[in-house]
């Protein structure tokens, strides 16, 4: 599926319970510019992360020095499920040549490639009960080293109960072919099968 069109929010829990969930992303509308930027944005339910124990995402496409490829999560400033700028509490994705995670006020990113080439960034952020960052595992293709201190010791600006709304960001004069999908689980032990 395009994440380009969809952007999948799935909320797993048990099956009995009310939390959990998917939000779909309507179609993106056609690009303004030459450069082909699409946004989509999403509203993210206050039950998707209230219980949440593990936060998970993955992007992967076609990386090349102009394509970018954002996922941003955040406040909705007028709580309507659109992250104006500036509202973005945690971003992660890939821009001009390198894999990026930032905050309002950090950012780490990889060493700058030149090639185009197939990658990916997988993370899985395990939380405690309250909520705060507890264990991260991260995996990105191409990153080498650049997000070992966030590893070993995850910020609280990686997740907060607080978030109303996510935006996925594409751009890029080549076909960035993404996909992207992002998890908040209940219960660390899920099986999906298609």
Not at 54 to 64: D, K, M, R, Y
Not at 81 to 109: C, H, K, M, Q, Y
Not at 114 to 135: I, K, V
Request: glycine share 6%; aromatic share 8%.
């Amino acid at each position: 599926m395009d994440a380009r069109k969809t952007l999948l929010l799935l909320a797993f829990a048990s099956a009995l319970s009310s939390i959990g969930g998917t939000v779909g992303i309507p179609d993106s509308p056609v690009p303004a510019f030459a450069d082909l930027e699409s946004v989509t944005n999403a509203p993210i339910r206050a039950s998707m992360l209230q219980r949440a124990r593990v936060f998970e995402g993955t992007i992967s496409l076609l990386a090349t020095p102009s394509n970018m490829v954002e996922v941003a999560f955040g406040t909705s400033r007028y709580a309507d499920g659109i992250l104006l700028p500036g509202d973005e509490a945690f971003s992660v994705g890939w821009r001009e040549g390198s894999w990026f995670i930032a905050s309002a006020t950090n950012r780490i990113e990889s060493a700058t490639v030149t090639n185009s080439a197939s990658r990916s960034l997988s993370f899985q952020l395990r939380l405690s009960e309250d909520g705060e960052p507890h264990r991260l595992t991260i995996a990105a293709t191409g990153a080498g080293e650049a997000f070992s201190t966030l590893a070993s010791n995850p910020p609280d600006w990686m997740f907060s109960r607080d978030w109303n709304a996510v935006r996925l960001t594409i751009r890029g004069a080549d076909d960035p072919a993404e996909a992207v999908s992002v998890k908040f689980n209940t219960d660390p032990w899920v099986l999906i099968m298609k």
